[in-house]
């Protein structure tokens, strides 16, 4: 009975490293994220069909058409790597009577666009890619800091 018990720990135990192998620090699920500054958003305007592309500093606001957008944090990964482009958003609309309404929060992921893309009876949003510079001058730095 005693030779059962660890023969299957043994065996729990081989399962385990291989485990810990397979799914270890070198495989792409825990590929280092890197923290990028800009996110850039693509937009289309159902109205007129036109598509527009669009760098938004992480913490700012960008004004596309009725909709605000304003990334907190954009991660990408390094070229080695497999790309997982995501940034966690908030998109509000300014509505006819100047009120500001929440349409989204949350993860937009870029190779699914159409995954958690701000869907709008006007408007769509999604993310293209998470960079380190844009030709878009930064935010001037807020007093005190």
Request: aromatic residues 10%; charged residues 20%; hydrophobic residues 40%.
């Amino acid at each position: 009975m005693i030779f059962h018990v660890n023969s299957f720990a043994r065996s729990a135990g081989a399962f385990l490293v291989a485990s810990a192998v397979f799914l270890g620090a070198g495989s792409p699920a825990d590929a280092a994220r890197i923290e990028n500054p800009v996110a850039v958003f693509s937009g289309i305007d159902k109205i007129t069909g036109r598509i527009t592309t669009f760098d938004v500093y992480v913490g700012e606001t960008v004004q596309f058409g009725a909709l605000q957008v304003t990334p907190r944090v954009c991660y990408s990964r390094d070229e080695t790597e497999p790309p997982k482009t995501t940034t966690f958003v908030e998109v509000d609309e300014i509505t006819l009577d100047r009120k500001i309404r929440r349409l989204f929060t949350g993860w937009m992921f870029a190779d699914s666009p159409g995954l958690n893309a701000v869907d709008h009876a006007v408007y769509d949003v999604w993310l293209k890619d998470c960079k380190q510079e844009s030709d878009v001058p930064a935010p001037a730095p807020e007093a005190g800091n």
